[in-house]
């Protein structure tokens, strides 16, 4: 398989992150990737190549032009306005309850703050997205390496997979958040919406929901969103993700959310993941952009699943099964040891490769991984 990798992405280096107002040290750090790029590297299944630079057009299909005009200013507006933290993390966010009652002329001509800690607050989510100086490179590095993905399943590859980092499916039309400044998965799946004139379906896998996906395509019929995640009731997004949001106007039954309890083991996801891919069988297209998370994973320190390495090879295998084309791009997954063999064993799983799992001390099955 060929596989999308960008070492821009080291230079988001995160440092910290708040939680519930506990400043901890950041989960979304470039071990990630790399732990990911040398499994893969020693499995030897896999062909490395570059992202090819897409420039801003494709970004700016999907999102607000202000929201990328901040990233790529934010850094340098914090330096020159003496905030000097490791990174940037806003603080005050606009709720739509401070504008309750006003109308949406009068929301429209609100003016972004000048202030750096502002500007993050106006673009932002939640407190669990430093941006420092290698962000924005980063950011737009990932939305290359889906690009390049897409690229080569366009050209004929029947899957391919893009090592993007940061993550992207919380970041909205104009919205950073939850560790995503850029959407790869919506960006993707719109170049191919646009390439291809056919529809496209999302899946993802993430331990989150796509919050930003979701509202992106909320009104589009022509790309499919579905999703399986933590219940919001007790997990961020929380405000999103419930299973009664099926999408509006023409997206009017485009988005499927399946939210999940705590402590879902193999067997449920396996369930729940079937009930996704018989959505995804039943809509027109031939292409599938996967939100490929490994925070189920059951020594995730941020989920609450339970989920095992051999279960990512059978989910791979399941979705690949579909006989549709893949655009697997990387999401989440926090517990640093065991993401290479997880992603190895999807993606494995994905070709039609056995499960073959890693010696003694690669970090595969649940339990060997301490
Ligand atoms: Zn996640």
């Known amino acids: 398989m060929r596989v999308v990798y960008s070492p821009a992405h080291l230079a988001h280096d995160t440092v910290t992150e708040t939680v519930m107002g506990a400043v901890i040290p950041a989960n979304e750090v470039p071990e990630r990737a790399e732990r990911i790029r040398s499994t893969l590297e020693a499995d030897g299944g896999f062909a490395f190549g570059v992202p090819t630079e897409h420039g801003t057009k494709p970004i700016l299909a999907i999102h607000d032009a202000g929201l990328l005009r901040f990233l790529e200013e934010a850094w ?53 997205n430093p941006l420092l100086a290698g962000t924005y490179a980063a950011a737009r590095a990932a939305v290359d390496v889906a690009l390049t993905t897409a690229d080569l399943v366009l050209g004929g ?44 379906a999302i899946l993802d896998v993430d331990y989150h929901h796509g919050n930003g996906t979701q509202q992106i395509f909320w009104r589009r019929g022509d790309v499919l969103y579905v999703s399986l995640h933590a219940d ?6 929380f405000f999103l993700g419930r299973a009664d949001e099926t999408g509006e106007g023409e997206g009017s039954g485009a988005n499927l959310n399946i939210p ?6 193999d067997v449920a996801y396996l369930e729940a993941l079937d009930r996704g891919l018989a959505a995804i069988a039943e809509t027109p297209g031939d292409v599938i952009v996967v939100s490929l998370g490994f925070d189920t994973y059951g ?13 990512y090879h059978e989910c791979g295998r399941r979705t690949a ?43 595969g099955e649940l339990g060997s991984d301490r």
């Not at 966010?93 to 993050?120: D, H, I, K, N």
């Not at 919001?232 to 997004?237: G, N, V």
């Not at 999940?260 to 083991?265: D, R, S």
Request: aromatic fraction near 10%; glycine fraction near 12%.
């Open 157 to 200: 590859e029947g899957a391919a997979y893009g090592l993007c980092r940061p993550p992207g499916h919380h970041a909205a039309r104009s919205m950073a958040g939850g560790y995503c400044f850029l959407n790869n998965a919506a960006i993707a799946a719109e170049a191919i919406v646009r390439a291809t004139g056919e529809r496209v």
């Open 260 to 265: 999940l309890p705590a402590g879902t083991g």
């Open 321 to 363: 099964a579909l006989g549709r084309r893949l655009v697997i791009l990387q999401e989440g997954g926090y517990h640093r040891p065991s993401l290479g063999a997880n992603a190895r064993a999807w993606l494995r799983g994905s070709e039609g490769r056995p499960y073959e799992p890693l010696p003694a001390g690669g970090f």
């Open 76 to 128: 340098p507006a914090a330096r020159a306005q003496s905030i000097d933290r490791p990174n940037l993390i806003a603080d005050t966010y606009p709720t739509f309850r401070m504008f309750e009652g006003m109308s949406p002329e009068f929301l429209a001509s609100r003016p972004e703050t000048s202030f750096a800690a502002g500007r993050a607050g106006w673009w932002g989510l939640d407190t669990a």
């Open 232 to 237: 919001p009731e007790r997990q961020y997004p």
């Open 299 to 311: 020594h995730d320190p941020i989920g609450d699943f339970a989920l095992t390495t051999p279960v």
